[in-house]
């Protein structure tokens, strides 16, 4: 059990979710737990395309100004996006400023409004069946799996951008698609 820690408040949680006050409060109060609105989702997917080379700790960090740069991260209004918009964000010290990524983002929201059902629809069908018991540690928890692969793939075919089969598993985690909180965590457990 040397991936779990107890916290300062006496709860055992996730080894890597008791590391700074950011990891704490995202770990206890958003890792895992269902997120079903597009807009949330897009969110989500937004910012793991930024995290892609860096730690979640800085995404985390600068996720207000990420907010406040693309509008809330609202579908509809990032689609419409200019030339003018990306280079506003491109000054945006707040952010990571990485062209390919915040054209991504761009062109992602664009992808989003094409879908017929909805990101959450979309997204929500690859999630696999729940586990019957959770990981012990973290070497039981995969980086990606048939089903990330599957979401990946057909995200990559509709138009979406920074969304490989690990940055997809990564999201489903985020999102409470799976459950990988360890065996003993305080976070959902029964």
């Known amino acids: 059990m040397s991936d779990l820690v ?17 990891y704490i409060a995202y770990h206890d109060e958003e890792w895992g737990k269902p997120v079903r609105d ?3 989702l897009y969110e989500k997917v937004s910012l793991e395309a930024f995290q892609s080379g860096l ?4 995404i985390l960090r600068k996720r207000e100004a990420f907010r406040a740069g693309f509008d809330r991260f609202h ?3 990032v689609a419409k996006y200019g030339e003018a918009d990306i280079d506003r964000l491109l000054n945006d010290a707040g952010i990571v400023r990485n062209r390919a990524k915040i054209e991504a983002v761009v062109s992602n929201a664009r ?6 059902d909805g990101l959450a629809a979309l997204l929500w069908s690859y999630a696999p069946p729940p586990r019957k018991k959770r990981p012990k540690s973290f070497a039981e928890v995969p980086a990606l799996t048939p089903e990330s692969t ?12 920074f969304v490989g089969p690990t ?4 999201l489903m985690q985020a999102t409470g698609m799976v459950d990988d909180h360890l065996a003993g965590c305080h976070v959902g457990a029964p």
């Open 55 to 58: 730690s979640w700790l800085t």
């Open 150 to 161: 599957a979401m990946a793939k057909d995200l990559k075919k509709r138009g979406f951008r």
């Open 75 to 77: 579908i509809e209004t």
């Open 111 to 116: 992808a989003a409004l094409d879908l017929p």
């Open 6 to 22: 107890i916290g300062a408040d006496g709860l055992p949680r996730c080894a890597w979710g008791g590391r700074t006050p950011e």
């Open 38 to 40: 597009d807009d949330a």
């Open 167 to 170: 940055t997809a598993y990564a």
